[in-house]
């Protein structure tokens, strides 16, 4: 019987990917993301930009773990805070982000409530910087945005619905 063959990320050589079995996890795309957001610095870029007011005198999670937490979830789809107790022991996630313990929902909720305007600001500077970044790695010069319509299927009579050619049935768009 073959097996697939076996391969390695670059940001932890105690990852293997391979069709074994083992502890399972359903959010391995994550590793790929990981991998993009070594690419591109990410943790450096986010320190150098933000700035979020911290009172707290003890805490296991910095806030830079808390973000990089957040944006890994929802990445995966998890969009509820809630989400993060169920991650906690998910293998893939303590493996791209680098720890055993992972933040509760509780930290991502008081994390959320340290944010500011001026935060939301900065969110926006980072963003930019790691599109600049992406477009200096593909040396684009040009960016083509194509916008089409959403089709909505409509039925009977209704008001404003027309024929969509490339669907061959009525509805909105």
Same mark, same amino acid.
């Given at each position: 019987?073959?097996?697939?063959?076996?391969?390695?990320?670059?940001?932890?050589?105690?990852?293997?990917?391979?069709?074994?079995?083992?502890?399972?996890?359903?959010?391995?795309?994550?590793?790929?993301?990981?991998?993009?957001?070594?690419?591109?610095?990410?943790?450096?870029?986010?320190?150098?930009?933000?700035?979020?007011?911290?009172?707290?005198?003890?805490?296991?999670?910095?806030?830079?773990?808390?973000?990089?937490?957040?944006?890994?979830?929802?990445?995966?789809?998890? =969009?509820?805070?809630?989400?993060?107790?169920?991650?906690?022991?998910?293998?893939?996630?303590?493996?791209?982000?680098?720890?055993?313990?992972?933040?509760?929902?509780?930290?991502? =909720?008081?994390?959320?409530?340290?944010?500011?305007?001026?935060?939301?600001?900065?969110?926006?500077?980072?963003?930019?910087?790691?599109?600049?970044?992406?477009?200096?790695?593909?040396?684009?010069?040009?960016?083509?945005?194509?916008?089409?319509?959403?089709?909505?299927?409509?039925?009977?009579?209704?008001?404003?619905?027309?024929?969509?050619?490339?669907?061959?049935?009525?509805?909105?768009?």
């Amino acid at each position: 019987m073959t097996s697939l063959h076996k391969n390695q990320v670059k940001f932890n050589s105690n990852i293997i990917i391979s069709h074994t079995g083992g502890r399972l996890s359903s959010d391995s795309g994550l590793v790929l993301v990981k991998e993009v957001m070594d690419t591109f610095k990410f943790s450096d870029l986010a320190k150098s930009l933000l700035d979020i007011k911290d009172n707290r005198a003890y805490f296991t999670h910095d806030n830079l773990a808390i973000l990089e937490q957040l944006i890994m979830q929802l990445i995966a789809g998890y =969009s509820a805070d809630s989400s993060a107790n169920l991650l906690r022991q998910d293998p893939v996630f303590q493996a791209v982000l680098g720890k055993k313990e992972l933040a509760s929902q509780s930290s991502i =909720s008081r994390f959320l409530d340290r944010f500011t305007e001026e935060n939301m600001d900065q969110l926006q500077a980072l963003n930019q910087s790691l599109i600049d970044k992406a477009r200096l790695i593909r040396n684009d010069t040009e960016l083509i945005i194509d916008v089409d319509s959403t089709h909505s299927d409509t039925f009977g009579h209704q008001e404003q619905t027309d024929y969509n050619a490339h669907y061959q049935t009525y509805g909105y768009h």
